[in-house]
Structure formats: structure tokens, C-alpha cells
């Protein structure tokens, strides 16, 4: 079971890419299921939101252990698709989350902090 995560979110396209946007984000489907089949990851999920009058417009949730994700973005490949997605999209952010189990100890450490300022 993983334990980390990658958030990556990004806006709006940027006016006049938005064909090359549907490449780019093709290509990130394309690599994340590449790195599913050879066991970097252990799973991800390509999300679009709907019109809500915020930023967000979509993201991926990658799941898979953090020695995992931490070498897939330290990868040449990963680092370009994402140079490439910043060329098309505003807003882009690649954030580490804990998930699955890991979000328990996560609590387990705010509980501790928490009780050192009752």
C-alpha cells in the first residue's frame, strides 16, 4: 500500500495552446501509465473538474512509496514533461501528500503538536 503522493494540479490553458495542451496532457497520461507498468507508481488518477470559479482545474493524484516518487521527479523525463506543461497550462504545482495509512501518523504528529500549546 502507498503511503505518498504527488498532487499535481494546474489552471486555466494558456489562450491560443489549447491543442497542444491536449498533447501535453496525453503525453502525462501516457508516462504515468508507463511508470504504473513498471512499478514506480502504484496507481493514478487523471481528474477534470467542472466550472466552479476557482483556479483549480484539474489534477492527477500520483499514489506509490515516496522513494518511488522521489526518484521518478528527480528523472530527466519528468522534469521535461512538466517544463513542457508550464508552456501550456498556468498554475502548475506538483505537491508531496501523505495518503493511505500515512495520513494516520501525519494526524498522530498534529495530535502531539497539538497537545504541547493546551
Keep these: 500500500m502507498s503511503e505518498s503522493a ?3 494540479g494546474w ?3 494558456v489562450r491560443g495552446r489549447e491543442q497542444r495542451s491536449l498533447d501535453v496532457f496525453n503525453d502525462a497520461v ?3 501509465g508507463e511508470r504504473l507498468q513498471d512499478g514506480s507508481i502504484e496507481s493514478f488518477d487523471p481528474v477534470i ?3 466552479h ?3 483549480l482545474q484539474g ?3 500520483i499514489k506509490g512509496s515516496a522513494q518511488g516518487l522521489a526518484a ?3 528523472s530527466e523525463e519528468f522534469q521535461r514533461l512538466h517544463v513542457r506543461a508550464t508552456m501550456i497550462v498556468d498554475n502548475l504545482g506538483i505537491i508531496r501528500a501523505h495518503v493511505d495509512d500515512e495520513v494516520l501518523t501525519q494526524l498522530g504528529y498534529f495530535s502531539d503538536a497539538a497537545g504541547e500549546f493546551s
Design 6 to 8: 504527488l498532487f499535481i
Design 11 to 13: 489552471g486555466q490553458t
Design 30 to 32: 501516457t508516462y504515468y
Design 49 to 51: 473538474l467542472d466550472p
Design 53 to 55: 470559479g476557482g483556479d
Design 59 to 61: 489534477f492527477f493524484l
Design 72 to 74: 521518478m521527479m528527480d
